[in-house]
């Protein structure tokens, strides 16, 4: 069990971190990841629908904002009865061009809603669709961490949630040459196609245990960063789009031959969680339902989706 490090009641995210204890770590190759465990009301179902559910349902659909569409912007129509989560490096495949989501966003129900994105396709402004796919990842985990930075500095200076689209696109380009998935319009899908075996292998082998609710990742022993959500079905849901999110970042971090100790790793682990615990967040009304929280700190980004009170979704990652 984590220790409190502050007034848990009065930060919803370090009350959420304090609940957890961290379970016996799964390992492939450089990948280490530790299951984030909670009490047991984790297991309980989640009051929204994820974007999968809601796409499946037909009850929801992402399209461009108009007909000539916007670059940072996408509209949500959601005629669930329920909320739609929506994760923060979701990719959305279609339309004009591929994006990934600024922050995680909970629609309302039986709601329209416009949300900040980034475009992860250089190469393509015409339309492949009239609506958006969600594809079985996230953005990787280093361009997650990046771009969360950034929105978290334009949401303190401008009150806007947006990235630096040239530093998105020029870290897209980098990964891509580096990993052998160059592409004709530069598209970030195109590095998980390349390597969707290794991937594929990863979802595998680093499944979730009962309880689990989030999920902290280090490659060749150093923490790369966690999600955890406030329901263990949702952990369920999303944990292999985040698996294949780091596997990629993994293949990017070739192992140096020094095997981390696993003590060392679970210290790591809890030090990290210790911090972001202990970190005094920025709060605003999110975009959708709720207030957003963001962490400003030396060394990681971070960000949570807090509604009702609780911390639906948190998550933080080391920055280079």
Known sequence: MLPPIMDVMHNPIAHALSSLTLGDPATLENIT??????KSPAEQEPSYLTL??????????????????SVPELRVVNKAAQPVFILDGEELLGAKQNRVVNLTILVAAASTLNIPVSLVEAGRWRARSRGFTAAPRTQYTAGRAMRMAQVTESIRTD???????????????????????????????????VHSDFTDRCVQRLGAVEGQCGALFLINGQVMGFDLFDRAPTLRSLLPKL???????????????????????????????????????HVTPA????????????????????????AVHVSAFTLE
């Open 243 to 281: 698996v294949r999110s780091v596997a990629v970042e993994a293949l990017d971090r070739p192992a140096d031959g020094r095997s981390a100790a696993l003590q060392g790793c679970q210290a790591s682990a809890r030090q990290f969680l210790a911090v972001v615990a202990a970190t005094k967040p």
């Open 287 to 310: 975009v959708g339902l709720g207030e957003d929280y963001r962490l400003v700190a030396p060394g990681f980004a971070g960000a949570a989706l807090v509604h009702e009170g609780a």
């Open 33 to 38: 990841m530790f299951p984030l465990v909670g």
């Open 159 to 193: 009150g806007k949630r947006r990235s630096d689209q040239s530093e998105v696109w020029a870290n897209i380009s980098a990964k891509s040459e580096r990993l052998g998935a160059s592409s004709a319009t530069g598209a970030m899908e195109e590095i998980f196609a």
């Open 52 to 69: 999968d559910e809601a796409l499946a349902r037909s009850t929801t659909e992402i399209t461009e904002v108009s007909e000539q569409g």
